[in-house]
Nanobody, 122 residues
Framework: QVQLVESGGGLVQPGGSLRLSCAASGSIVIIYVMGWYRQAPGEQRELVAGISSGGNTNYADSVKGRFTISRDNAKNTVTLQMNSLKPEDTAVYYC????????????????WGQGTQVTVSS
């Protein structure tokens, strides 16, 4: 099994910054894509940013230029630096990782963290 543990959420004023971190542990052979999703009350969960093992990134249009995703493959961690935060960024943020847990290609699935609350409010 694989565990994802997130940290770094909290309350911040509009225009402020937060840094989210996620560490993966367990029976990991390789992590393909790592990413961050968010879910606001009454809304569907949406992709915020993703990063491949090779460092290729993609972002939701709403966060481009404000958020930066990075990862440390040696430590199995992913970080989301969030700048110029807006009230509409308020949501629970979830870490996600596409992980293979054995030499078998079939032993590959996506795992989720427990979520961390980000609130942007004055």
């Amino acid at each position: 099994q694989v565990q994802l543990v997130e940290s770094g959420g909290g309350l911040v004023q509009p225009g402020g910054s937060l840094r989210l971190s996620c560490a993966a542990s367990g029976s990991i052979v390789i992590i393909y894509v790592m990413g961050w999703y968010r879910q606001a009350p009454g809304e569907q969960r949406e992709l915020v940013a993703g990063i491949s093992s090779g460092g290729n990134t993609n972002y939701a249009d709403s966060v481009k230029g404000r958020f930066t995703i990075s990862r440390d493959n040696a430590k199995n961690t992913v970080t989301l630096q969030m700048n110029s935060l807006k009230p509409e960024d308020t949501a629970v943020y979830y870490c996600n990782a596409d992980v293979r847990t054995s030499a078998l290609v079939a032993d590959r699935k996506r795992y989720w963290g427990q979520g961390t609350q980000v609130t942007v409010s004055s």
